[in-house]
């Protein structure tokens, strides 16, 4: 059983950040920081199924993919990686690539990244704060420069760079031939209301992204019966003996937590490692209605309801 504040270990990267406040105390012009990786608190704890970052952009990142379970474990590997991202911040040029624009088969591909075109065969699209997206194994994609995003992904670092911006660094053009997806126009789902409390973001075959939102003194029971990843968007609050604020991230699994909001609205991404999403992962437990920011006035003045009563997801919400 666990509820831990992470503890915070930074990666540099040459396409990083030398600030990385306000989500980051650090700020150092000598050495560039491309992402924070949110860590257990005991270091010879096991390791999670999912890791949780923060990624910092400067520069765009490498074109790459990722393999699939079947390609993984071809290759000797555990497993592939899926991943999903939230945008944090955006300068308004920052753009994300996820797909191709049209198929291309194994030797149109290979001759793309040879020539370095494969930077104009990607799908860019423009962002902004609260945008997500998922990057299923196989989907060729790119995180431009000018963003700070949340990613979620399985535990692993199988990459193949395609195409790098010329930092000299190995390309895996074998590798990401074979790992690149013939369905590369997959499809995102847009977020869905799961409750007053609860957006859907991601549901993917690893794990489910959702953005929670607690009004004021709301307080709540956390279900981390999975393996579960806070991240803290904005506002005030304890997560049983934890405070915690913007930037701040937990890891639970096996337990319940007691969150209690403060003076402030608290938002906070929830990831955890379930196919679809988890149909009690909030109870209340404080006997008066708290006014929603998802409700109108009128509703949130309706009469108390039970110490009881369970944040549901509908069945027509299960994806």
């Avoid at 199924?49 to 074109?63: D, N, Q, R, V």
């Avoid at 999903?84 to 191709?100: F, M, P």
């Avoid at 040879?114 to 299923?136: A, L």
């Amino acid at each position: 059983m666990a509820v831990e504040q992470a503890r915070i270990h930074i990666v540099p990267k040459p396409w990083g950040r030398t600030d990385l406040r306000p989500w980051n105390a650090y700020h150092d012009t000598r050495t560039p920081i491309g992402e924070t990786w949110f860590e257990r608190a005991d270091p010879t704890a096991p390791l999670p199924a999912l890791l949780l970052k923060l990624i910092f952009t400067s520069e765009p990142l490498s074109i790459q993919v990722h393999p699939d379970e079947a390609l993984a474990h071809a290759l000797g590997l555990a497993q592939g990686k899926c991943e999903a991202w939230y945008i944090l911040s955006a300068t308004t040029d920052a753009r994300i690539a996820v797909g191709l624009k049209q198929q291309l088969d194994p030797t149109q591909l290979r001759a793309c990244i040879r020539d370095g075109s494969i930077v104009e065969c990607v799908q860019w699209h423009e962002v902004r704060p609260g945008d997500s997206k998922v990057v299923p194994p196989g989907t060729i994609h790119a995180i431009g420069a000018g963003l700070v995003l949340v990613e979620i992904q399985q535990r692993t670092e199988a990459t193949f760079r395609l195409f790098d911006y010329g930092r000299r660094r190995e390309l895996h053009i074998d590798m990401a031939v074979a790992a690149a997806s013939a369905r590369q126009s997959e499809r995102q789902m847009c977020p869905r209301k799961l409750t007053a409390a609860r957006t859907l973001l991601v549901a993917s075959p690893f794990f489910v992204l959702e953005r929670m939102t607690l009004a004021p003194g709301a307080v709540r029971e956390l279900d981390a019966t999975a393996e579960t990843w806070l991240f803290i968007l904005g506002g005030v609050g304890r997560v049983d003996s934890i405070e915690v604020a913007a930037g701040n991230a937990l890891f639970l699994e096996r337990d319940r937590a007691c969150i209690e909001v403060g003076a402030q609205r608290l938002q906070c991404l929830v990831a955890y490692a379930r196919s679809v999403p988890a149909p009690h992962l909030l109870r209340r437990l404080n006997d008066m209605r708290i006014p929603d920011p998802a409700r109108s006035p009128s509703r949130a003045s309706l009469p108390i309801v039970p110490a009881s009563a369970t944040e549901t997801v509908p069945l027509e919400a299960a994806p």
